[in-house]
């Protein structure tokens, strides 16, 4: 018989039961882990309240709901495009869209006229809680992810 099978076999016993509650500690014990089981419940709920049900993390990891592509258009139709899309995006309770704006290497200076205004729209939209470079695999500097403002 092992080391286990006699404390199963004790356990099981009426001496058993009867020396695991009346022992000189068994309160102190139970105390302890009723005061544990209170502090774990607070921090869960806590990191509940911290991280929000949808988590940011949670929220990038979605795949794209929409994608709106503004290759070839100007600064004004892209601040109209912008507008619209949102606004549609926002009404099919999208959370997640990207808007591919390019990375502007067929510019005149090589640089990207359309995503600084794609960034100047974001900042100043009501529908959008985050934003930021898309993935490579995604476009990279030449697309940007949009979290949405969930109503």
């Keep these: 018989m092992d080391f286990k099978e006699i404390l199963e076999q004790w356990d099981s016993s009426s001496e058993g039961k009867k020396a695991a509650g009346d022992g000189r500690f068994s309160h102190i014990i139970e105390e302890k882990e009723s005061s544990y089981e209170q502090l774990y419940q607070n921090q869960t709920k806590k990191a509940r309240i911290r991280t929000g ?3 940011l993390g949670y929220l990038k990891k979605l ?6 592509d503004l290759h070839g258009h100007t600064i004004e139709e892209t601040k109209v495009l912008i507008e619209q899309f949102l606004i549609n ?3 099919n ?17 090589g640089q990207g006229v359309l995503k600084q205004v794609v960034l100047d729209e974001l900042r100043k939209s009501r ?6 470079n898309a993935p490579p695999d995604q476009g990279g500097s030449g697309a940007t992810y949009v979290i949405l403002v969930i109503r």
């Design 53 to 55: 049900k949808s988590s």
């Design 63 to 68: 795949k794209d709901e929409a994608v709106l």
């Design 89 to 91: 995006c926002v009404d």
């Design 93 to 109: 309770e999208y959370k997640k869209v990207r808007i591919i704006h390019g990375r502007g290497i067929h510019s005149q200076d």
């Design 127 to 132: 529908y959008v809680k985050l934003y930021g």
